[in-house]
């Protein structure tokens, strides 16, 4: 016998065989996040930061991983990855590049590597949060 969980949104009754009903279903396909964090970091004037996350488990397939910047700390402002960033007038918008061709930013089975490459003149501190999903 295989044990079952749900959790239905409020109002929604347990018996339902709507999937939107529910919170949590056992009995569906349900991502869910895995892992996640958010780092800051300094990356120095024309050089680039890289970082490795490693799962502590290893997935049979690469995971969906999720990956946000905010590019001036404190600005409240979150870009998507992947991304790169044009010099504008805007001090945000200073060249600032995820996952280029040389510095690649890519999902395995085990970890994750992220990188950024800062092509501005001076240092530039940024924050980034990543979400690892899983299927259960």
């Not at 009903?21 to 991502?31: A, G, R």
């Not at 050089?47 to 905010?70: A, G, R």
């Not at 007038?89 to 395995?108: A, F, H, K, Q």
């Amino acid at each position: 016998m295989t044990a079952v969980i749900k959790a239905t949104k409020p109002t929604k009754d347990i018996s339902s065989a709507e999937p939107r009903d529910f919170v949590l279903n056992s009995e569906l396909n349900t991502v869910v996040i895995y892992k996640e964090d958010e780092v800051s970091c300094t990356i120095s004037a024309n050089s680039d930061y890289k970082s490795t996350v490693n799962f502590d488990i290893t997935f049979s397939q690469p995971p969906i991983v999720m990956v946000f910047v905010e590019l001036t700390a404190g600005s409240g402002r979150w870009y998507n990855s992947p991304f790169s960033m044009v010099e504008t007038s805007d001090p945000e918008d200073t060249y600032l590049i995820l996952g280029d061709v040389t510095n690649r930013t890519e999902v395995l089975t085990d970890k994750f590597n992220i990188s950024f490459h800062n092509k501005t003149a001076s240092s530039k501190t940024i924050k980034y949060r990543y979400y690892i999903f899983m299927n259960l």
